[in-house]
């Protein structure tokens, strides 16, 4: 299978929307070579401004460009955008509903050597609690490529989330898209597994080796976590009667607690949760990570063993 890096949709993108938009502004916070804004600055380096390493002003600078008519995206690792710079999202962003578009580089343990530090396990925690806040995490390239064309026409903030390492490619140009839809990737009558992210692959192959056991598992690309596509979420939950919450974060605050609650509310049914387990990262390799972190097809497998168990 091929593997591509998500951050190489991300920069594909910005370069079409400075192409065709004159009010497209592009901020880094001096990691232009790893989150590919670098492109833009050789490119179109009037709509490129580093702010250097500090990501309060990064985000209190786009909120201006906003303000004047533009439609700034904020470009830096995930960690210390959500982390750092926190307070000026909420409260300059977010609460006066300003049209900023913030990328959320080098997500989840994935990263690999860089370590804890530079991890975000938290970043859908953190922005998904904020209101007036879009939040996505695309699944591959194609995916991310689509989703930051499709967040310069939403009127508001918005975040996408995205990887560092090369990651397996599973959509196409020509797969659906729809930024506000989760996708169906694989039907099935026995589990239901939600995943985002890296962790759609791992769904999809766990959903092979189930088939193979007699399990049939439908496997959902919950590409936006908020807003929350509750129509499909509800209806696999009332088909299947039982789910797996598959994602590269912490499993509270992020995709996971968000069906959790939306199926409380709405369907309850038994729910198995695959992510980081309360716990920091650490250096290694990106594939011994997500298996050492219990992130792997073996472990979705496993869950979707214990969630039927439950049925």
């Known amino acids: 299978m091929n593997r591509v890096p998500m951050r190489d949709g991300y920069g594909k993108a910005l370069l079409e929307l400075c192409r065709l938009h004159d009010d497209v502004m592009v901020l880094d916070a001096d990691v232009a070579k790893s989150t590919r804004t670098e492109w833009i600055r050789k ?3 009037d709509k490129y401004i580093n702010v250097g390493i500090s990501e309060q002003d990064l985000v209190g600078t786009a909120a201006g460009l906003s303000l004047t008519g533009f439609v700034p995206f904020v470009s830096t690792y995930g960690v210390f955008l959500t982390g750092r710079g926190w307070g000026q999202i909420r409260n300059t962003v977010c609460y006066n509903k300003l049209n900023v578009k913030l990328g959320g580089a080098h997500a989840g343990i994935s990263v690999g050597p860089d370590g804890a530090t530079h991890q975000a396990l938290e970043d859908i925690a953190l922005m998904r609690v904020i209101p007036n806040m879009t939040v996505i995490t695309p699944c591959d390239w194609w995916e991310t490529y689509k989703a930051t064309l499709a967040v310069y026409d939403i009127k508001g903030p918005s975040y996408v989330r995205f990887g560092r390492n ?8 020509d797969t659906p898209f729809d930024l506000y839809k989760a996708a169906i990737f694989r039907d099935g009558r026995d589990v ?3 995943a985002n992210g890296l962790m759609v692959h791992e769904a999809l192959v766990a959903a092979e080796a189930l088939e193979k056991e007699g399990i ?16 499909t979420i509800c209806t696999c939950a009332a088909e299947t009667g039982a789910a797996v919450v598959c994602e590269e974060h912490q499993i509270m605050g992020g995709l996971g607690g968000a069906i959790c609650e939306a199926l409380a509310l709405h369907h309850p049914i038994p729910v198995e949760l695959v992510g980081i387990q309360d716990r920091f990262g650490e250096s290694g390799k990106p594939d011994d990570l997500l298996k050492a972190y219990n992130l792997s097809a073996e472990d979705v497998i496993a869950a979707a063993h214990k969630v039927m168990k439950r049925k």
């Open 216 to 231: 049939s598992a439908r496997v959902v690309n919950v590409r936006i976590v908020k807003p929350l596509d509750l129509d």
């Open 166 to 173: 090369p990651a397996p490619v599973i959509t196409s140009e």
């Open 192 to 194: 239901t597994l939600f």
């Open 43 to 45: 490119e179109f380096p």
